[in-house]
């Protein structure tokens, strides 16, 4: 097994003195940083080395979990599944050098432990169930120098190919995610018409790195650059990419013991296998009209029965565009099949943190609770593929010569729908087959309106419908659950530095939860303070004891008594934040609902829970 | 690690104020051409906002900055960088938002897989930078409360 540098810590000897001993010089660590930081950050000063100099950024997510015996009677919360126990924290310290073209730099990511509900969490745990460690962290780190024409990265990198459909590496904290690759960058520009590209490494899986290698090059092209074309944008690009899986098939009896949690008792693999993947692109801009495509297939894997050479997958993607004055107009579409591509199909179900390719939901990521509440997952997980699209509007309606006054429209309209499938995800062709089928629709309409200097509103509904049988290969028949959102939002400035914003939302349904009401009040004291309280409230009962199982609802039995009745639940938070330059502490209490939270277009579940948060992020 | 620790505190020796320039990272501007961050540099100082189109005091932010623009420059010549860290799944979204919001007098950059974000040490949008003439970096500030764009007007003035 030849495990790269970054993951020193893993590898240390499983000494429970020594780590700790390690983990309070990390803390130390932390400390010092944070107060060389702070006195740093107060003079908005930098810090130079030579000629060079260096910057830091450090953030800290905090969770304390407290007791809530409503949520644990009925089963919502479960303590006993924090076996990191009843705090977690996520840090990140950031230190970069720069010296002209020159740099370089580390990231130390501490779990500490780690936050509850991320796949990363049950990933830690389901390596670490042997061990009472709880502490945890990984190092990544870069050297690059920048030519005028050329570049190279060494270390970590982040990088995507188009829009990323067969490769992006990147980081989201949000989500506790970073697939960095480490290896090698090279980029040289071939006039200023050509790009050509490659990269070759080791992407990092949560905190450790995959006994996988990936490589491959991409190369760009401006026709109407080389031509000399000024009024408008030619390009044709391309990309090819593969993953060489480590060959497994010399190990012995221990090297399958020593990672069982891998390779999985039943999936003895022989994993030589090298899957390729090839895209290309084609774009165009003129005169406000922009088209962009891409299409991408995979030649020799299928994700369904990883291992075994099948036809592969492919997906289509096209965007168009369109703006005159202040109207703009873009639509997308998408037809994907079999193209989630993982760094390690040997390790298969635990979560997002395994992927090489970016194949992101096309739905509008609301930002109001409500109209999040139960957001599109996506149907190629469970049926291989989707096909849809989505198409936005929007138009300012201004005066010029008042400018602190206008109406800002914006129209979105989506529809995803499920590809025909074989039962079971069998590849027999005689096997019974299911129809695709729509599985998400959803209208939105939102209205900003600034009347004056002091007031200013915000009114969006949204219509969403969506089907929960998508979580299930087999379902032949759809189970639609339909929900009517509306949205009021008022900010009103009292001076230069005081406000106070309110937002009153109500989720109408017949189906699953049944109605919620959500409201919140922002009192801002700018630039520093800023106070807020909110709740959220399922406020009918829904289901009962016959059909709670197959659809929601808020039907839930005692679990140490049995009997049944509608939780009917409010979820509230009450916090505070405090700004100065670029550092922000923000701390708060509440409960929060059971739910997916969203960044990127990626996904994650998060858990019920009841506790304070404590946040942090600071750098210069 | 105890090297790490060894480098970390070598670096810290030696802490001088002088104001951090504008790293070099390419973007995309709004023809989707890559450009370097550099060539933002032109004398001109500027307010540098990082904004997603599924972060909404970050829209916040710009429409306040862009309520008070015309009056600002009466008294300070100065120009925003809009830089949208939306990806993929989000940008076209984000290319016809700056139109549909009417943000036609700010510089649209975009910064689809985050290296300028990153070179920035950003963590949170929305997260506002004020840079001089020169490519200096002179403040920021994290997070959008209504009204805190004053202090952005006031730190540019002091520029003058």
């Known amino acids: 097994m030849n495990y790269a540098q970054g993951v020193s810590f893993r590898r240390m000897p499983l000494c429970a003195k020594y780590n700790l001993s390690k983990m309070k010089r990390f803390l130390l660590f932390l400390g010092v940083a944070f107060a060389a930081t702070l006195s740093v950050s107060e003079a908005s000063a930098q810090i130079k080395v030579g000629e060079g100099q260096v910057s830091v950024a450090l953030e800290s997510n905090n969770t304390f979990y407290t007791e809530d015996p409503t949520l644990e009677s009925i089963g919502l919360d479960q303590p006993f599944k924090r076996t990191f126990g009843d705090r977690g924290s996520n840090d990140y310290l950031k ?34 169930l042997q061990t009472d460690k709880k502490n945890f962290a990984f190092l990544s780190f870069y050297t690059q120098f920048e030519g005028k024409n050329w570049g190279v990265r060494v270390g970590d990198i982040y990088d995507q190919f188009g829009n990323g459909l067969i490769f992006r590496s990147y980081e989201d904290r949000a989500l506790a995610f970073n697939n960095a690759v480490l290896g090698a960058r090279a980029y040289y520009n071939i006039g200023n018409y050509a790009t050509l590209k490659a990269i070759a490494g080791k992407p990092r899986i ?105 036809a592969g997958g492919n997906v289509l993607f096209l965007d168009f565009g369109y703006n005159y004055k202040r ?185 699953y939860e049944g109605d919620w009401v959500a409201g919140s009040i922002e009192y801002n004291f700018a630039p520093k303070y800023s106070f807020y309280v909110s709740d959220m409230w399922n406020c009918e009962p829904m289901g009962d004891a016959q059909n709670v199982i197959n659809f929601g609802g808020n039907y839930y039995e005692d679990m140490e008594t049995g009997v049944g009745k509608n939780y009917l639940l409010h979820y509230y938070q009450i916090g505070a934040s405090y700004t100065h330059n670029s550092l922000r502490v923000q701390l708060s209490y509440g409960r929060n609902r059971a739910g997916y939270v969203c960044s990127g277009g990626v996904c994650r579940m998060q858990p019920a829970y009841t506790g304070f948060n404590l946040a942090m992020t600071l750098s210069f | 690690m105890k090297k790490l620790m060894f480098l970390m505190v070598a670096l810290f020796v030696g802490v001088s104020a002088s104001a951090q320039t504008l790293p070099d990272v390419k973007v995309e501007n709004q023809e989707a051409k890559v450009i370097s961050t550099r060539d933002l540099v032109d004398g001109t100082p500027m307010i540098i906002s990082f904004w997603s189109t599924t972060c909404k005091p970050c829209i916040m932010e710009l429409n306040a900055i862009n309520d008070n623009l015309y009056d600002w420059l009466e008294e300070v010549d100065f120009k925003v960088v809009a830089v949208s860290v939306d990806d993929a799944r989000t940008l076209s979204r984000a290319r016809a938002m700056t139109q549909g919001q009417g943000w036609d007098d700010y510089v649209c950059v975009y910064d689809k897989n985050q290296d300028f974000k990153r070179a920035m040490n950003v963590s949170l949008t929305p997260h506002t930078f004020i840079v001089d003439g020169k490519g200096n970096i002179v403040h920021s500030h994290s997070g959008y409360t209504p009204g805190s764009e004053q202090e952005l007007f006031e730190k540019i003035k002091e520029l003058k």
Do not use: C
Request: aromatic share 14%.
């Open chain 1, 95 to 128: 230190v970069d050098y720069n010296l002209n073209s020159f740099s370089a730099g580390v990231q130390v990511d501490g779990y500490l432990p780690p936050l509850y509900g991320y796949d990363l969490y049950d990933y830690i745990k389901s390596k670490n």
């Open chain 1, 206 to 310: 949560y905190n450790e790195r995959s006994e996988n290698w990936v490589y491959g090059t991409d190369l760009s092209l401006s026709i109407s650059d080389m031509l000399g074309w000024s009024n408008g944008i030619l390009s044709v690009e391309g990309s090819y990419f593969a993953r060489k899986d480590t060959d497994i098939s010399e190990w012995n009896e221990d090297d399958y013991n020593d990672n069982w949690e891998v390779i999985g008792t039943t999936n003895r693999l022989s994993g030589n296998e090298t899957v390729n993947l090839v895209s290309g692109r084609l774009n165009f801009e003129y005169s406000g009209f922009t088209f962009r495509s891409e299409y991408a297939t995979k030649l020799n894997e299928d994700l369904h029965t990883p291992g075994k050479p099948l």
């Open chain 1, 327 to 511: 109207f703009s107009a873009s639509a997308s579409f998408r037809r994907m099949e079999n193209m989630t591509t993982l760094i390690d199909p040997r390790r298969s179900g635990i979560g997002g943190g395994n992927n090489i390719n970016y194949v992101p939901l096309l739905t509008r990521q609301h930002t109001y609770s409500l109209a999040n509440l139960n957001p599109y997952l996506g149907a190629s997980v469970h049926t291989g593929g989707e096909v849809g699209g989505q198409i936005d509007l929007y138009y300012s309606l201004r005066n010029p010569k008042a400018r602190g006054k206008y109406w800002n429209f914006h129209v979105n309209f989506s529809m995803f729908n499920t590809l025909d499938h074989a039962m079971g995800g069998s590849k027999d062709a005689t096997a019974p087959k299911i129809d695709g089928r729509n599985v998400w629709k959803d209208f939105n309409f939102d209205v900003e309106r600034q009347w004056n200097k002091k007031v200013k509103t915000t009114f969006l509904y949204s219509y969403q419908r969506w089907d929960e049988e998508v979580n299930h290969y087999d379902a032949s028949e759809p189970h639609y659950n339909t929900s009517h959102i509306f949205v009021g939002d008022v900010t009103y400035k009292f001076n230069k530095k005081h406000s106070i914003r309110t937002e009153l939302q109500y989720l109408a349904s017949e189906d």
